[in-house]
C-alpha cells in the first residue's frame, strides 16, 4: 500500500484530501507544517508527497529543496491558494512533478496521483533492471542424467510458490538456479533480491533482511527498506543461509510464518509477500544436530530440496561447459576462433578435482583466451594453466597426468607428511574462498591452529 504524505496548515484541506486517498486505498498522513512533514518523511517509509506552498515555520519552496535534496526518489505534488504562473514554473524547476490550484478538484488529484506513482515504479523497475545488467544469464549446460534432474526439479518448482533450498558446494550455480526458478515462475517480473548472508556481519544481517528506522542505531541516519520489502510480490534469495547467526534465524522464521516483519527500531508491522529461495553449502541437517541452525526453520525452507551436484560429478559435461565458457567470452573479447583440444588435455580436465566447480571452469576459458596463443591445446598447455590455480597440485581427484602422486611416494616420511599436508590446505583453503573460519570449521580443527599452518607453509591468507 502507498502512503501518501499531506504537509497543509489548513485542517480543512488535510481531512479532505486525506479522506480521497484513503477512499481509493492508499494510506494518508498528515502533517501542519514543513518541520514536521520533514520529521515524518525521516521516520517513516513514503510514497509521495502534496506539499502546501504558504506553510509557517518554513515555507513550501524551501520544504520542497530539502526534499529533493533529503529524498530525491520521492514525488512532491505542490498546491496552492493564491497560484500563479511564476509560482508553478518555479516549483518544477526545483523538482516538483506537478503544480495544483486550490479548491482542489478530485480528478485532478486522483489523476496526478496515479501518474506520481506510477513514475516513481517505473524508476525502481528500472534501477532493478540495472543492477541486474552483467549477470549470469547461461543456461544450465550439460548431457547428463545429474543436470537433467535439476532441470526438471526447476520447472516443477517455479509452477509454485513453495519454498526451495538449494544445496550444493561453492561454485556449482545456486544463484543461476534459484534465477531461473523466479524467472521460471508468475512472479518473473518482479523484483529477484539476492541477501549473500555469509558476506554481512552479523551485527548489520537484520537491517539488512527487515530494514530499520531513524535512530534504531548509531548510523541510522534515516528510514530504510529491507530485503524483505524490496522483493515485494517478487522472490527472495538467501544464499548461504548456513552462516546466518540463530538471532536472524528465528526472526527469519517468525517472517516466513506469519508473512509480516518489523524494520529494527520500529513498532509497526509490515505485510510482505514474497516467495524464499535459499541456497547453502553446508549440510544443514547436521547444523541442526549441532544446534547451529534451527530445526524448524530448516523444515520451513526445506519444503522443495534441489541438490546440485558438483563438477567432479559430471565430469563428461566439462567440455561442454568449456566450449560454452570459451563461445560466450570470445564474443566479448573479440576472440572468435573455435579452439580445440588434444586427447591428452581432455585427460587432464577428467582427471582434475575441480574444487572451485563450474565457477573455476569459467575462470579457465578466460585465463585461455588472454594467456594461450593458437587455436589448439595439448596436455601440456592446460596442465601449466590449471597449475595457475592456488592449490592445483592437490585438485586431482584421480592420479594426475603430471604425477604429482608419484612424487610424493618418493620423499621420506616427514617430507611426504608435510608435503600432503601443504596441497590439502591448500586445496581446503581455496575450496572456501580464502575465509579461514570456514575452512577450519569444513576440516575440523580450531581456526587459531589453521592460521599457524598456513603461516608455517607460507600460503597466502589475503585473499
Partial sequence: MSSILIIDDEPGIRKTLAAILEDEGYLARTAEDAVLGLEMLSQESVSLVFLDVLLPK???????????S????????????????????????????????????????????????????????????????????EPLI????????VRTLIKQAAASDARILITGENGTGKEL??????????????????????????????SELFGHEKGAFTDAISSRKGRFEMASEGTLFLDEIGDMSLTAQAKVLRAIQEQKIERVGGEKTVDIDVRIVAATNKNLGEACVAGRFRQDLFF?????????????????????????????????????????????????????????????????????LVMHQGDRIGEQAILDLLQQNPGAPGNQKKTSPSGTFSDIMDLSYTDAKESFEKQYLEFQFSKHEGIISRTAEAIGIYPSNLHAKLRKYGIRTDR
Fill in 58 to 68: 518554513m515555507g513550501g519552496m524551501e520544504a520542497l529543496e530539502r526534499i529533493r
Fill in 70 to 137: 533529503g529524498w530525491p526518489q520521492l514525488e512532491v505534488v505542490v498546491i496552492s491558494g493564491h497560484a500563479n504562473v511564476d509560482m508553478a514554473v518555479r516549483a518544477v524547476k526545483r523538482g516538483a512533478f506537478d503544480f495544483l490550484e486550490k479548491p482542489l478538484s478530485l480528478d485532478k488529484v486522483l489523476t496526478v496521483c496515479r501518474n506520481a506513482l506510477t513514475l516513481q515504479k517505473l524508476r525502481e523497475e528500472n534501477q532493478d533492471l540495472k543492477k541486474n545488467v552483467g549477470l549470469p544469464k
Fill in 142 to 149: 550439460g548431457a547428463g542424467e545429474e543436470i537433467e534432474r
Fill in 177 to 206: 538456479v534459484a534465477r531461473a526458478i523466479h524467472e521460471g515462475s508468475s512472479r518473473a517480473g518482479k523484483a529477484f533480491v539476492e541477501v549473500n548472508c555469509a558476506a554481512i556481519p552479523d551485527s548489520l544481517i537484520e
Fill in 300 to 368: 520451513r525452507l526445506n519444503v522443495i530440496p534441489i541438490h546440485i551436484p558438483s563438477l567432479r560429478e559430471r565430469s563428461g559435461d566439462v567440455p561442454l561447459l568449456l566450449h560454452h565458457f570459451l563461445k560466450e567470452i570470445g564474443a566479448e573479447t573479440l576472440r572468435t576462433e573455435k579452439i580445440t583440444f588434444d586427447p591428452g588435455a581432455l585427460r587432464v580436465l577428467d582427471a582434475y578435482g575441480w574444487p572451485g566447480n563450474v565457477r573455476e571452469l569459467k575462470n579457465l576459458a578466460e585465463r585461455i
